[in-house]
């Protein structure tokens, strides 16, 4: 069996106008300077330019087979989640990016899997939307790492995850609105600094703040970008939780208790970092991630994993689709069986 790819983003080409549709903005709109090229705008500002493989289902199936890619996950692109809105109109947008996503995954014929988003900052709302989102075809859903101030182990975000664990949806954790500085608005430093501490600060989150204590097993969460730097630093936790109990010691556990609660994707670019990875979660907890379309991602796809020699042959194929298809709860490695049990 090909890769399965869990981390990939698409954009619509085009959608309602969301002043007119949920409410005074600034929101995201989508510039067409061509057939295949436009522009984010989030009001007035340009955000980030696109190509036609973000909404172009035949270009990414093309690019799929080219890299040996049977399946995508196809989440959606984080600048839309729209976190700091009112709960109700994030609601609207979310539906409205979802039933796109439908749109563009279609003639994937079953290869691409959307991801839906959710209004996190309103956990009833994300349950309701999360629910009829899986009902219209989604695999699972894609949540930010946070909402505003309040981390993954919010309690209204808690029980949003424990929604997720009793429906039987993955979960995949991008993360998304990074801090901003003079000092990090150098050479993209906010996506080469800002996301990997966004998602080593959620997994602490998860772990320090006890929300794995709090969810049951069954949640089936990924980190993306390779956990941020978590594997690195897992002895530093370690090593904190035990000698400062006062300030640490939320977790029933100590970190290292909770490393088969969660997935990391492999976008991490050097065989080293990923060798890492698997020596400190297991090759279990780690799958083929690329971060397509953008230019930041890995291409080939898995070509980290064909580079790291270290793997055995069940490993590789575990990182490469076996892992992804636990994942996913897919039933069956034919493609006909894209099903969650």
Not at 47 to 71: H, K, P, S, T, Y
Not at 209 to 233: E, K, M, N, Q
Not at 291 to 301: F, Q, S, T
Not at 315 to 329: E, I, K, S, T, Y
Request: proline share 8%; glycine share 8%.
């Amino acid at each position: 069996m090909g890769t399965i790819d869990v981390h990939t983003h698409f954009v619509p080409k085009g959608w309602p106008d969301l002043h007119t549709q949920v409410g005074p903005g600034p929101w995201p709109s989508l510039r067409v300077d061509s057939e295949r090229e436009a522009m984010i705008m989030v009001g007035s500002s340009e955000f980030r330019r696109i190509q036609a493989n973000c909404w172009d289902a035949d270009e990414r199936l093309a690019d799929m087979d080219a890299d040996g890619v049977d399946m995508q996950v196809v989440s959606p692109t984080p600048v839309f989640f729209s976190y700091e809105k009112p709960g109700a109109e994030a609601a609207k947008v979310a539906r409205i990016f979802n039933d796109l996503a439908l749109e563009i995954c279609e003639p994937g014929a079953g290869r691409l899997l959307p991801f839906a988003q959710v209004p996190l900052q309103d956990p009833d709302a994300a349950c309701v939307e999360a629910s009829r989102a899986v009902a219209a075809g989604h695999v699972g859903v894609e949540i930010g790492n946070h909402v505003g101030d309040r981390d993954l182990d919010d309690e209204g975000i808690v029980a949003f995850l424990q929604h997720c664990a009793a429906e039987r949806i993955p979960v995949f954790v991008h993360p998304w609105d990074m801090p901003g500085s003079p000092r990090l608005d150098r050479w993209m430093a906010r996506w080469l600094t800002g996301m990997p501490a966004e998602t080593h600060l959620s997994i602490i989150a998860m772990i320090l703040g006890g929300a794995f204590d709090r969810v049951s097993p069954d949640l089936r969460i990924t980190f993306a970008h390779g956990g941020g730097s978590f594997a690195y630093w897992l002895g530093r936790f370690e090593n904190a939780w035990r000698e400062r109990p006062d300030l640490i010691g939320v977790s029933e556990k100590p970190p290292s208790h909770y490393l088969d609660r969660f997935s990391v994707d492999t976008v991490v670019f050097d065989p080293a970092a990923l060798r890492l990875l698997v020596d400190t979660l297991g090759s279990r907890q780690v799958m083929v991630g690329s971060d397509y379309p953008y230019p930041l991602g890995e291409r080939p796809v898995g070509s980290v994993v064909d580079r790291a020699d270290f793997l055995s042959d069940e490993q590789r194929a575990d990182l490469r689709h076996g892992n992804a298809r636990r994942f996913l709860a897919l039933r069956s490695p034919t493609l006909e069986g894209i099903a969650r049990t």
